[in-house]
């Protein structure tokens, strides 16, 4: 007796589907599961941010154009850090920038309830985020250093799984402890913090780094020639470009997109979290399988392009108010679009660089995304509060739109330069 043709087909496509998952991470070596450790433990704290805006507007009462300076001074803090990061990093290593800043964060999320006013908040915001971005380009050169060449698109992708499934685990979590207490927030991310530098340090104390990675293939913008200045780099600053613009629209999912839940649809915090955590959830579950089949079939730039266009159509999704699965559906389009952009930014802009100006270079780029933080919230509830979220998310689409024919550009580009 045999099973019915359509129960066949269906275990043979669950079967090829859980193999493609696991080709999906053959070959990553045992350092890059380490740091994506470390990361996973790091970002499960990630409670402050999603939270941050929703916290200022019903905990202390602040004013639309107030909590949007304050995230201001989050991106102030964000854009200095990165460059002070990438700098410290070229000068004393990742290892030690990121250790120091993991440790050094944990008195400042400790204390930061305590401040309640407008001005000590930012004040401490910008202290906090200084301190914390520090770590972002370390980190990347660390990926770097420890990913086999021809995976290191994939270990990019391993980390930022880490992040988001930390991402799906924090918000849920954060959402849980608000409906206690605020404070909760903040203690839970100077424990993650610590826990994270504990594990770091055991695991990579005495560990040695990969020698300098080697040209694999074309689109990977390995240098040959003279060392280039990552601030004097054309084309780079032009990518970099439109990275500060992209993540302007992108990363409004961190400010304005939970005070839209909040006030367009009444969510309670709960249901904020869980909708934020569905994005990390996504991410967990199909972003290594979704790279690993798109970057030896399509070009850099042709990733490029589709991922940022499905970012821009998930927030032209918005407008339309079909509901919570409709909710659920638009951020399932914008986690896809995240997939197909972010980890190939990181492999740019690392493959750019020589060795020994790694941190230089994605500090620069780390420095685009921070740059963006420094306005796009502040842009963000100017927009919302004076022309309503609707003309917010439009704006949002149409500028993720033409950031991908603008990546699609410069990586072609960059390509005539290898």
């Not at 404070?183 to 055991?202: C, E, L, P, S």
């Not at 993540?247 to 934020?276: N, R, V, W």
């Not at 740019?348 to 780390?366: D, H, L, P, W």
Request: hydrophobic letters at 50%; glycine letters at 8%; aromatic letters at 16%.
């Amino acid at each position: 007796m045999y099973p019915a043709k359509g129960t066949v087909n269906l275990f043979t496509i669950l079967k090829a589907l859980i193999k493609l998952y696991i080709n999906s991470y053959k070959g990553l070596s045992p350092a890059a599961w380490l740091l994506a450790l470390v990361m996973l433990i790091n970002r499960t704290g990630s409670m402050v941010i999603p939270f941050l805006g929703i916290y200022m507007s019903s905990e202390l009462n602040f004013s639309k154009p107030q909590i949007g300076m304050v995230l201001g001074c989050f991106g102030l803090g964000s854009v200095c850090g990165s460059w002070l990061g990438g700098w410290l990093t070229d000068k004393f290593g990742n290892f030690k920038v990121q250790v120091w800043s993991q440790i050094l964060v944990i008195p400042l999320f400790l204390v930061l309830p305590n401040f309640r006013t407008f001005e000590g908040l930012a004040l401490m915001i910008f202290l906090l985020t200084l301190v914390a971005d520090t770590f972002r380009p370390a980190n990347s050169v660390s990926v770097a250093r420890y990913a086999k060449p021809e995976n290191i698109t994939r270990a990019y992708s391993l980390n930022r799984m880490a992040v988001n499934l930390g991402f799906s685990i924090g918000p849920a979590l954060g959402g849980f402890l608000a409906t206690i207490s605020y404070d909760w927030i903040f203690y839970g991310n100077a424990i993650a913090a610590g826990v994270a530098a504990v594990v770091f340090i055991y695991f990579f104390r005495n560990r040695k780094a990969r020698t300098e990675p080697k040209e694999y293939k074309k689109e990977q913008f390995v240098e040959e020639g003279p060392v280039r200045n990552a601030y004097k780099d054309g084309l780079f600053i032009v990518f970099n470009i439109l990275c500060c613009f992209f993540s302007m629209a992108f990363f409004q999912l961190l400010s304005t997109l939970p005070l839209y839940y909040k006030e367009a649809h009444q969510l309670l915090p709960d249901q904020i979290g869980l909708l934020l955590g569905f994005s990390g959830f996504v991410i967990v579950l199909f972003e290594m399988i979704l790279v690993h089949v798109v970057e030896h079939r399509f070009s850099v730039r042709q990733i490029m392009l589709w991922g940022t266009a499905i970012a821009g159509v998930s927030y032209l999704m918005l407008p339309l108010d079909l509901g919570m699965t409709w909710l659920f559906l638009a951020m399932f389009m914008l986690s896809t679009g995240e997939m197909l952009s972010l980890p190939f930014m990181a492999t740019v802009s690392i493959s750019r660089a020589s060795k020994s100006n790694q941190g230089a270079y994605m500090g620069f780029n780390s420095l685009a995304f921070a740059m963006a933080n420094v306005f796009s919230a502040y842009l963000g509830t100017y927009i919302a509060e004076h022309y309503g979220y609707n003309t917010l998310w439009i704006g949002n689409g149409t500028v993720l739109m033409i950031c991908a024919i603008g990546f699609y550009w410069i990586i072609s580009k960059m390509n005539k330069e290898v």
